[in-house]
């Protein structure tokens, strides 16, 4: 993928492949960097780092291509989608040993007003 990514889509995608396994997308943008290098490195070096059987095969334009239209959609339905790394996040669930990558929120109030930071 040589065009540049927002780090808000490749996060997402990343929370849709492995949402229920969060600490997979967590891995990945910890050993590379940021959540769009994971989306520029090769298909080998994602498979050594989660091993064969972990959705690695995912990870491509057609994850991205849904990611952006999810975060359209529930764009025009009123939510936001605060990555892990948006300073408005819940410092408590980050604590957390396996938090997700991505929240969707919908409210009245910003985020940071909600998590109290």
């Given at each position: ?111 940071s007003e909600i998590?109290?930071?």
């Amino acid at each position: 993928m040589e065009e540049e990514i927002s780090e808000k889509i490749c996060v997402c995608a990343l929370n849709r492949i492995f949402g229920f396994k969060p600490t997979i997308a967590l891995g990945l943008i910890n050993a590379l960097g940021s959540a769009s290098a994971v989306f520029k490195a090769d298909q080998d070096t994602i498979r050594r780092l989660i091993g064969p059987f972990n959705g690695y095969e995912k990870i491509g334009r057609e994850a991205i291509e849904e990611a952006q239209k999810e975060l359209e959609t529930v764009s025009r339905m009123g939510y936001e989608f605060i990555c892990i790394n948006d300073p408005d996040y819940p410092l408590l669930l980050k604590e957390c040993e396996d938090p997700p990558v991505g929240l969707y929120i919908s409210a009245m109030s910003p985020p940071s007003e909600i998590f109290n930071l």
